[in-house]
């Protein structure tokens, strides 16, 4: 009897290991773009381990990265019942359904894993993209809000808010939007899109005048009736109130002309947000986390960092002659990433 149960140990521990083998070389070949090859090798680490469902995950995201959206549809939809399904099933299932031109589908795929993973943020990302793409935008809006609401921490979602309001006349939105999304998604590609976005909406909002002051037009509603500090109701009330300061505050005061003229503005206003009190009012945590890099010296490494794209040349000229500030302030950047605990209804300022 022992030597019975000896056996089916070893076999069972043997088709582990051989099963784990099998998905280890599926992904070497994925990676290197041999979908078809991969799907064979996951096949064979099924047939040693049939109830473990990332074999077929990773079966249907071969099928889809081949453009067989049917067979990535029907391999996943023999495994969603089973308890060990997460919620980039739902997301890959749902991104099937678009694909094969059934968007309506699709959004009840990714609204059943959001309500089975409350906070799968990605989930709510993607039904966002749906939309958008069949031009729903208020749809897509509250999906990637909702997102946010989800997962804080999860940075797609403001990608593509940032981008939604990027065409806006009230660019607060994207700049908040944007910068989030940088802090959380650095190492990402997108990033320097994102970079040379934030560039635009400040060229946008920060005009030179011909005494090389500054006069600021971060948004429309940015006008002399936020002089009273009274009239202040909500959070984008007093984010328009402190650049109407920081343009006070600025008035007449030469600046030099490109990100330095930026890095005064941003500098100003943070400091101004916090004179006023309103992070006590409105904890906001990107607020937060830059008056952290204020207080600790590294506010304009990081603003020069956040906006690297702008002048590339201008960029590489400030390196050369602060390179030991600069390699500070990412020594720094490693220890203290931003932490979202407080988003405010950034959406309310458009």
């Known amino acids: 009897m022992l030597f019975i149960l000896f056996v089916c140990v070893y076999c069972f521990s ?38 473990n469902s990332l074999f077929s995950y990773e079966i249907a995201l ?28 739902y997301q890959l299932l749902g991104d099937a359904y678009d694909m094969t031109g059934q968007p309506d589908s699709a959004i009840k795929i990714l609204k059943t894993g959001m309500i089975k993973f409350s906070k799968a ?19 897509a809006h509250d999906y990637w809000i909702n997102g946010i609401s989800m997962n804080p921490a999860f940075a797609e979602n403001y990608y593509h808010l940032a981008n939604l309001y990027s065409d806006s006349s009230n660019r607060i939105p994207a700049i908040l939007y944007a910068e989030i999304y940088l802090n959380l998604q650095w190492n990402k590609a997108q990033a320097a899109e994102v970079n040379k976005l934030i560039c635009k909406l400040y060229n946008q909002s920060i005009m030179m005048m011909a005494d090389s002051s500054v006069s600021l037009h971060v948004s429309d509603r940015n006008t002399d009736q936020f002089s009273n500090a009274d009239s202040i109701a909500n959070f984008c009330d007093a984010v328009n109130i402190t650049y ?8 007449g005061k030469k600046l030099k002309a490109g990100i330095e003229a930026v890095i005064t503005v941003r500098e100003t206003f943070i400091k101004t947000w916090f004179e006023k009190k309103y992070n006590l009012k409105y904890p906001f945590s990107l607020f937060e986390f830059e008056k952290q890099l204020l207080d600790a010296g590294h506010f304009g490494s990081y603003s020069q960092w956040m906006m690297m794209k702008c002048n590339a040349a201008e960029f590489q000229t400030w390196y050369k002659e602060h390179s030991k500030q600069y390699a500070d302030f990412v020594e720094w950047y490693k220890k203290h990433p931003l932490n979202i605990q407080n988003t405010q209804e950034i959406q309310l300022c458009r």
């Not at 990302?125 to 031009?135: C, I, P, Q, Y």
């Open 244 to 251: 109407y300061f920081t343009g006070t505050k600025l008035k």
């Open 121 to 139: 943020a990605n989930l709510s990302m993607e039904a966002g993209v749906v939309e958008f793409s069949r031009k729903n935008y208020g749809a």
């Open 62 to 89: 071969s099928y889809f990265m081949l453009k067989d959206y049917p067979l990535s549809i029907s391999t996943l939809g023999d495994v969603m019942t089973r308890p060990d399904v997460n919620d980039q099933f």
């Open 14 to 51: 043997y088709a582990q290991t051989q099963a784990i083998e099998y998905a280890k070389q599926g992904m070497n070949l994925f990676d290197e773009g041999k979908y078809a090859d991969a799907i064979e090798k996951y096949k064979k680490g099924m047939l040693l381990e049939p109830t």
